[in-house]
């Protein structure tokens, strides 16, 4: 995939420009942008692959290394779908000119709005086990599971099926996703419709809820990190409609983007992995000493 100023590229920038549109080529910029955050998923992968290793010790088993071994990769996707879809590349297959599949099945369907479902469904456990002394699973759990899954999944073959001169269609020449305007009101819309259901549950949490692990916390931290990178995507989608075209809004879009989703997931998670890296015998010791004294 070439990131340099062919022919082709200044064609591009050429048509836009003749259609109102100023652009800025894809270039070294969006290359730099999608290697960083590339290497920092790919460093992430050996902590991912730790936490699975250790998913027996206490403080890992309570947050779930397989909820959050999922929630790494809806951020690999999330990552794909946003980097495709404010266009740091040439689409080179059908697929990538698919600005449905990139847009509303990457980016929003498997990983933003499945990131808040699998939070959400952290959260309703912790209140579970802090406020009830019982674990979210069983029926309730997949009863949460299939429910969200489904409502996702059905929003994605409806918009499918629908024209894409009512939702989103790709633009030949220009290589660009063009939204109807009626259809990102309702991107919008379901975005915050999903992390709502979030802040929701991590409200109840906080005030009804005395964490004895920190994790309402680690809840909070990782909510307004979303709510800052959805604030400043609603903000620059409604403000600048076209920001795509222009290299440092597109590149400022991800990068608030990929830096909420990590924070959510290291808030949460990594104390739990420097715990049980650092301290992990003299940690077990004195959490099961506690256990005890709760006991007697």
């Given at each position: 995939m070439s990131f340099e100023l062919t022919a082709k590229e200044k064609l591009r920038v050429a048509i836009a420009s003749l259609l109102g549109v100023t652009l800025d080529p894809i270039?070294?910029?969006?290359?730099?942008?999608i290697s960083i955050w590339s290497t920092l998923y790919f460093i992430q992968l050996p902590f991912v692959l730790y936490m699975l290793w250790k998913r027996n010790h206490p403080l890992i088993k309570i947050r779930g290394a397989g909820l959050f071994t999922l929630l790494y990769i809806t951020g690999v996707l999330f990552f794909v779908g946003d980097f495709t879809t404010n266009e740091m590349v040439h689409p080179t297959s059908k697929l990538l000119r698919n600005c449905v599949f990139t847009t509303?099945?990457?980016r929003s369907i498997c990983g933003q709005m499945s990131a808040y479902g699998l939070l959400t469904l952290y959260t309703i456990g912790v209140y579970f086990r802090n406020r009830r002394g019982m674990t979210f699973q069983g029926i309730a759990k997949w009863t949460f599971i299939l429910v969200i899954a489904g409502i996702n999944v059905s929003i994605g073959v409806i918009v499918s099926l629908m024209p894409e001169t009512r939702t989103i269609k790709f633009i030949g020449g220009m290589e660009i996703c063009d939204l109807n305007p009626q259809f990102k009101n309702a991107v919008i819309g379901l975005s915050w419709t999903g992390l709502a259901g979030l802040l929701i549950s991590a409200v109840v949490v906080n005030l009804m809820v005395v964490c004895k692990n920190g994790e309402a916390k680690e809840i909070s931290l990782?909510?307004?990190?979303?709510?800052?990178a959805i604030v400043f995507h609603t903000v620059v989608w409604y403000q600048r409609p076209k920001y795509p075209a222009r290299l440092?809004?597109?590149?400022?879009?991800?990068?608030?983007?990929?830096?909420?989703?990590?924070?959510?997931w290291w808030a949460v998670m990594g104390r739990s992995l420097y715990v049980?890296?650092?301290r992990g015998d003299a940690w077990v010791d004195e959490y099961n000493r506690k256990i005890d004294d709760d006991d007697k």
């Open positions: 270039g070294h910029g969006d290359l730099t942008t509303v099945w990457l990782a909510c307004l990190a979303l709510v800052a440092a809004w597109r590149v400022a879009v991800v990068s608030v983007d990929q830096l909420a989703w990590f924070t959510a049980c890296a650092f």
